[in-house]
Nanobody
Framework: QVQLVESGGGLVQPGGSLRLSCAASGFSFEVETMAWFRQFPGKQREWVATIDSGGNPHYDYSMEGRFIISRDNAKNTVYLQMNSLKPGDTGVYYC?????????WGQGTQVTVSA
């Protein structure tokens, strides 16, 4: 019943922006810490950012202030605003709760940053 559906990815030029969305259902979204992860080609999935039930965000240091995580509990949706995108940000972006549902990862959404 748990569903995590990522969207909003696409092809952008370096320096551009994207806003990713994660539509969640099947669990008590409003009380859970949610997170964004990403997976580079040939690499394991890595943590990008979290946001707790009170809306407090935390980021991996490598984001350098470029990304903003937010949530709308009324819509059961988590967002990731990505600015100043770099080619190194290219990958598949996923959402999940913390701790992640072990075997319920969605398809993710592809982000490609290229000139």
């Amino acid at each position: 019943q748990v569903q995590l559906v990522e969207s909003g990815g696409g092809l952008v030029q370096p320096g551009g922006s994207l806003r990713l969305s994660c539509a969640a259902s099947g669990f008590s979204f409003e009380v859970e810490t949610m997170a964004w992860f990403r997976q580079f080609p040939g690499k394991q999935r890595e943590w990008v950012a979290t946001i707790d039930s009170g809306g407090n965000p935390h980021y991996d240091y490598s984001m350098e202030g470029r990304f903003i995580i937010s949530r709308d509990n009324a819509k059961n949706t988590v967002y990731l605003q990505m600015n100043s995108l770099k080619p190194g940000d290219t990958g598949v972006y996923y959402c999940n709760r913390i701790p992640p549902f072990p075997h319920l990862w969605g398809q993710g959404t592809q982000v490609t940053v290229s000139a």
